[in-house]
């Protein structure tokens, strides 16, 4: 009898668990209106976290705070170049562990939308794509070649069959209800010409091909097939008109903010503004939004784009880079959610009406089965207006829209911020030595100015930097040797003028070991007074890159590098070393050798020093720390130091560089959210350095004995350094 109630309680867990398997796969379609989900339609909130730009220990706090904030869905790229940094060579460990992120997000039982790509744009490295892909031969990006589409549908296909092995495609009983191929195509589809139209055909028919059970989504793409959906990116997606008849208005970016370049001011969004834009797509029939970015989080490495967008992709987002919630921005909007989520379904299953209230005053009202929802917006830039609706005087501020569940009682305006402001300050901490209260123990090591080792080429040219390197690097060394008679110069005594033109990003002159001049830009065209002496004179040019090109058309063909160098100020006139036999090393002593890492190579001589040189060019520091107090988030305050890379105990930081922004820039700190939106709209900052302060996620720390690395490019003061706490001081907890 044990054995057959045994039998029949295995028998009927069987039946349980088939029952629910069955139970829980969804039925993901669409029609013209909005995403159904098993039979219903769906309005959705959606964020976008992308898994590299944060850490693991991370991830679950980040999507729970979506969560609170009224958000239904997580949106995240799949960033290709991070996934297979060689051919059929894959990664998925640490950052890019894509299932444990899907995974955290399914369980806090949130839908997810994966957005494929393969390219991304998203001011990310080359736009996702990995930098070897452009030297496979006969490849050009995103158009109809062979080895292109070839290498894309394997990467593709390889990720779809990864997320089908874990049942995580809502077919299968999962959470990912769409998914996207391509990205921002329509806007260049023209310029790539019938390669660019037949090779967009192609990619649709690709993802369908992948068979997911759930639709896909194409950018942008307003010739996407009659069973892909075309969505928005845009400040502003009220005017947005689908494809086609029978498809739904989606929103895959609306930007809550906007990234920052080195050397900019810092942008800001006004939480107004962003939820006017909100309401505005959901009055006009929209149904779902994408918030790009929620979080946006930290290029961690060598992993931002560009060029020069910095190490920080904060975003000004409702979770800001640290993982603390932003307020009022994000409680704005948590309000906001609460208030269209009381009209789904009326919004989702009514007939609609359109009603002039005013010159630019105007009403969308919603009736479903006795049901009545309305949006009453007033789009005039400057001016607040009263209105009658059903009899009724509203008061719309300028530049707002009015959200009525009933028709009758106003829930939530857009302009009226009821939310308290959170104040965040850095709280600076010293550097402290592992050993408790005793002095720093800093290392230094010297890199040579020019060739080091066996070239890794010559040739009487000057090359370009990114075909070289092929991005293994920021760093490529061009050196040559000249030769001055002492009668060359000047009896004026006024010095040779170095004269050096480069397609980008950056560029130290030494000569004769010296660090003589720099300069940076997408183009530069330096001109600097160096110094020389009678007889041979060696001339050492570091090329540097601060991010590839991300977006574009035919962008991975844009260079990097020297093209020309001359001296001029001589009794002959000058010299054009363009021609010259130059000699050419990839990448620093210390990169080679891993010195950043614990395990790197210890015949790389490191030097004690007490009093570590300042302002001293090419030249790594290593110091050993405890880790700061207390559970608050971290980062370097690097404001000491000029331009380099960073690490903690092996793991990168990412690039630091001190540059300012000009004090010319439109900077306000009185913003005015009223009117259309632009990225230098609101901006702060001017004067100050962009990016001072450097992401440390807390879970890279142990106990002691944590090593930070710095590579000082120019030269700074290392000794002056510190962590900085990141603490809310005032505002309520979200």
């Avoid at 057959?4 to 209106?33: C, K, M, P, Q, W």
């Avoid at 296909?157 to 191929?181: D, P, W």
């Avoid at 009117?675 to 992401?695: L, M, V």
């Amino acid at each position: 009898m044990a054995k057959n109630a045994g039998l029949l309680i295995l028998s009927l867990s069987f039946l349980f668990f088939l029952f629910f398997s069955v139970a829980v796969s969804r039925n993901v379609t669409f029609d013209h209106r909005s995403l159904i989900i098993d039979g219903q339609r769906k309005l959705l909130i959606s964020a976008s976290i992308h898994y590299p730009r944060s850490v693991p220990a991370m991830w679950p706090d980040l999507v729970a705070a979506a969560k609170r904030g009224g958000v239904d869905v997580i949106e995240t790229y799949v960033f290709w170049n991070g996934h297979e940094p060689s051919p059929g060579q894959y990664y998925f460990e640490d950052r890019f562990d894509l299932v444990r992120f899907a995974k955290i997000v399914r369980d806090a039982g949130m839908y997810m939308i994966l957005r494929i790509g393969p390219f991304v744009a998203a001011e990310w490295n080359y736009g996702g794509v990995p930098v070897w892909l452009h030297y496979v031969p006969g490849t050009v990006f995103r158009t109809d070649n062979e080895p292109f589409k070839s290498h894309m549908a394997s990467f593709t296909t390889f990720i779809v069959q990864m997320m089908k092995r874990e049942n995580l495609f809502a077919s299968q009983g999962g959470h990912i209800i769409l998914a996207q191929i391509e990205n921002e195509y329509g806007d260049i589809e023209s310029v790539y010409g019938d390669g660019g139209r037949s090779y967009s055909r192609w990619a649709a028919n690709m993802a369908l091909s992948q068979n997911i059970g759930v639709p896909w989504i194409m950018c942008q793409q307003y010739d996407a097939p009659d069973n892909v959906i075309n969505t928005c990116n845009s400040f502003y997606c009220d005017q947005f008109k689908p494809s086609s008849a029978n498809k739904p208005k989606f929103w895959t970016e609306n930007w809550p903010g906007w990234f920052q370049n080195f050397g900019t001011a810092k942008p800001h969004r006004p939480p107004e503004d962003i939820a006017f834009a909100v309401a505005r797509f959901f009055q006009k029939g929209g149904s779902l939004q994408n918030y790009y970015m929620y979080h946006g989080g930290t290029n961690f490495g060598r992993t931002s784009g560009g060029p020069f967008i910095t190490t920080s992709y904060d975003y000004d987002a409702p979770i800001d880079e640290y993982g603390l919630v932003r307020l009022p921005k994000w409680s704005h909007l948590k309000e906001l959610h609460e208030a269209i989520k009381l009209c789904e379904q009326t919004l989702l299953y009514g007939t609609s009406k359109f009603l002039s209230l005013g010159s630019h005053q105007e009403a969308d009202i919603f009736e479903h089965s006795g049901k009545c929802v309305a949006f009453l917006a007033n789009v005039d830039e400057r001016n607040d207006k009263l209105v009658i609706f059903r009899n009724v005087r509203y008061n719309l501020p300028a530049w707002s829209v009015s959200i009525l569940p009933d028709c009758k009682n106003v829930v939530f305006n857009t302009a009226k911020v009821r939310s308290q402001n959170s104040r965040v300050e850095m709280v600076p901490e010293n550097l402290k030595a592992s050993a408790g209260s005793g002095k720093l123990s800093w290392q230094v090591y010297t890199e040579k100015a020019g060739v080091w080792g066996a070239p890794d080429l010559i040739k009487n040219e000057l090359v370009d930097h990114i075909n070289t390197t092929k991005d293994t690097t920021d760093y490529l060394w061009y050196t040559t040797s000249f030769y001055i008679d002492g009668n060359e110069f000047l009896s004026n005594g006024s010095l040779p003028i170095l004269m050096v033109e480069s397609k980008g990003h950056a560029v130290q002159a030494f000569v004769n070991g010296q660090l003589q001049a720099n300069s940076s830009g997408y183009t530069i065209k330096l001109e600097a007074p160096i110094t020389l002496r009678a007889g041979v004179n060696e001339i050492a040019l570091l090329s540097m890159t601060v991010g590839l090109q991300n977006a574009g058309p035919f962008y991975e063909w844009l260079g990097a590098g020297l093209t020309s160098v001359k001296i001029s100020g001589l009794r002959n006139g000058g010299l054009d070393l363009s021609g010259a036999a130059w000699a050419y090393k990839i990448g620093l002593v210390g990169e080679h050798q891993n010195i950043f890492k614990a395990d790197g190579n210890h015949d790389v001589r490191w030097t004690p020093a007490s009093d570590p040189p300042k302002n001293q060019p090419l030249t790594w520091y290593k110091v050993e720390v405890a880790p700061p107090q207390g559970n608050e988030p971290v980062a370097l305050d690097m404001q000491s130091m000029w331009k380099g890379q960073a690490w903690l105990n092996g793991k990168a930081i990412g690039r630091y560089w001190s540059l300012t922004s000009s004090v010319y820039n439109k900077c306000t700190q009185n913003c005015d959210y009223r009117g259309p939106f632009s990225p230098d709209k609101c901006r702060t900052g001017c004067g100050e350095i962009s990016q001072r302060w450097y992401h440390v996620p807390r879970s890279w720390f142990q106990p002691s004995g944590n090593t930070l690395v710095f590579f000082e490019e120019k030269g700074g003061d290392p000794t002056r350094i510190t962590f900085a706490r990141r603490r809310v001081t005032a505002g309520a907890p979200a």
